[in-house]
């Protein structure tokens, strides 16, 4: 290769770092979502897959989150059956595809749990576990919860855009024989021994989804390699993920916009693809002066298995992802697009959303933001897409034994912080009634709660405003919520969050934000900018008292704002300051007014009035309490219409007036 051509590999390289991301952000990204899987493991083991879980981050990059059920063990064969415990269940491969599997309940085995005679069925004399009435089962609970997460989507539970997808799967300890030629088969150098020691010592996992067109396929279940496959991406050097992340802005901003394209190729194919050629090639091939003729090659070669209708299965070749795939017309588009891309080099990114401004902007790059702001930005996608309830003493073991940077340190500290939020009644607690042990108790919860307000810039603080009103100390929190209130500006801009599933703001607190965000490190950017929703249960020592028939299981979310125009109004009214709660009253009002565009359809009205939604209960119960028994009843109508789970008690309310 030409000393030119190196020159103009190294120019896209550090185009693409700038672009995608460098090395050092990928590592810290995938530190951050390490650490977001072992802070939200509550009941669930969790593993964080998609393209931001392996470390990168463009437009379309998705996070896929997996849960490993904990009561449920598969099995290759009855000798491997030890556990008493949980649900034991015996995979069947006789007459199911490649890379497909029954799962037979042993109900000698282990313990059988109500609810598992919901999701398993007679088949031939065999009581099998149905991967369709599994995802029905945790469908129905999750929707409580998240109840934009609605739709069932392959082996996922997915929202209606599709863009966030939970998977529940289990786990079998040990590697299976489907795929133990992978552990000795012929290759280079990559995966080295080390890591396919690593890799098999992990087992595998088994997702709800049949073979598709299987006259079974509701009661087979996907053999997963997905935790093999993260560790194989992590080993990857950055320019062969560079490569990868190519091919996976090819097929979302190229290939996917043509009519008829869309939905034959997915990332999972592109990532088989990466792996088989990784294993062909020496990893002296990979290097940043190298990029372009790698990329090339790897187009090449999905061009090469697109023609002959053949990508192999990485663990268990046998199974041909690429079998019955297409027909012969949309297989002759897609050829002709492939082979028109290869013919065109790098510059086929011209018409994608992300390359788009290359060559012209790696000459002349517009002032990027720094790395920290972009890891800080990071934490905050990921701080919201869940919360570290009740992991206290987990999330204290990493911070002690396992964080070996400041950043891995930091993050723990966040949720550690956040965990506090969640804590309930002391065990046991509940029977002692002395005076003693009631100022125990409100001296521990509060220890908690001080602790808690480091998680951000808000909620924090509001939780402890709640405690000290709950225990009728307004004054504290009326100062409190003073503080809350003042941290809000007119000013406030929104992280784009295709991922998470609340909404992120960052607030400018001042108008040197950026200037903050140079000089101060991280972990400070995320605390002084993010506003995290409220979660509390009923036996939380914070609820308020005006809550408490509303907040039970699963836990209420509430919007920090009118949260904190309602406690002020309760103090004031509790001290018997009439006007004080009655301008509090008139400022959660604006407050809902301000957010209501009059000028809307009544569809979008309607969609509106579903994010006010404990707005408007707020002001129902304030009304109510002032005597405004008119207003209170056309609020709580209004609740009782949006409350289509019944999470409050509006519907009751509003039956008492009438």
Known sequence: MSKSDRIKSLKFYAYLCQKVGSEEIVK??????????IAMDNNYPRISSGSK?????????????????????????????????????????????????YLNMLPKYGVSFVFTEQMREQRNGKMLLSSELFKIHHLRHLVLTKPMLNNIHGPCISDDLEQNDIAYCIKCDKWISQAQPWISRPRTEWPPPDLISQIISLGVLFVPIG??????????????????????????????????????ILL??????????????????????????????????????????????????????????TLLHYFIPNNNLFYSRFDIS???????????????????????????????????????????????????????????????????????????SCLSRSIFNLFFADAHHFVSEIPNMHCRSTNKQKYFKYKHYLSQLLIGVNSDAISGWLVLATFFYSHKHYLEALIITEHVLSKFTDKTFLVPVETSFEIVVFHELHDNVMELMKHEKTITIVKALTNLDINLDSKSLAILPELQQDAQDPFMVYTCKPMAHFIRFLSYYYLENV????????????????????????????????????????????????????????????????????????????????
């Not at 697009?337 to 992300?354: A, D, E, K, M, P």
Request: charged share 25%.
């Open 28 to 37: 810290s990204r995938r530190l951050i979502y390490t650490i977001g899987d």
């Open 252 to 309: 979302k901003e190229i290939i996917e916009k043509l009519p008829g394209l869309k939905g034959l190729l997915c990332s999972y194919f592109l990532k088989t693809l990466m792996f088989w050629i990784s294993e062909e090639l020496d990893l002296s091939v990979w290097r940043p002066d190298n990029i372009i003729p790698c990329f090339i090659a790897c187009l090449q070669k999905l061009l090469y298995c697109v023609e002959y209708s």
């Open 579 to 658: 006007d004080s709660y009655e301008n509090a009253f008139m400022r959660l009002l604006r407050e809902f007014i301000d957010n209501m565009n009059y000028k809307q359809t009544v569809s979008e009205r309607k969609a509106k009035m579903l994010k006010l939604f404990h707005t408007m209960y707020f002001l129902g119960i304030s009304a109510q309490m002032m005597g405004k028994l008119d207003l209170a009843k056309k609020f709580f109508r209004n609740v009782a219409i949006c409350d289509i789970f019944n999470l409050t008690s509006a519907a009751s309310r509003l039956s008492k007036l009438i």
């Open 211 to 248: 073979c598709k067109g299987s006259i079974n396929e509701n009661f087979e279940w996907r053999i997963s390699f997905s935790v093999a496959e993260k560790m194989l991406i992590f080993s990857f050097c950055h320019t062969q993920l560079l490569c990868y992340a190519l091919l996976k």
């Open 330 to 404: 949309n297989k002759r588009k897609l050829v002709g697009l492939l082979r028109n891309l290869y013919q065109q080099g790098i510059q086929c990114f011209s018409s994608s959303v992300t390359l788009h401004d290359y060559p012209i902007s790696s000459c002349n790059m517009r002032r990027q933001l720094s790395p920290k702001t972009i890891l800080a930005q990071e934490t905050i996608h990921l701080f919201s897409s869940g919360r570290a309830i009740g992991n206290i003493n987990r999330l204290m073991k990493n911070i002690l034994h396992h964080s070996k």
């Open 53 to 101: 879980g392996e470390g990168l981050n463009f437009k379309g990059s998705d996070t896929d989150v997996m849960f490993i059920e904990p009561d449920f063990r598969v099995y290759e064969s009855m000798s491997d059956v030890t556990d008493r415990w949980g649900v034991a269940l015996l995979m069947d491969t006789d007459e199911t595809p490649p890379c497909f599997t």
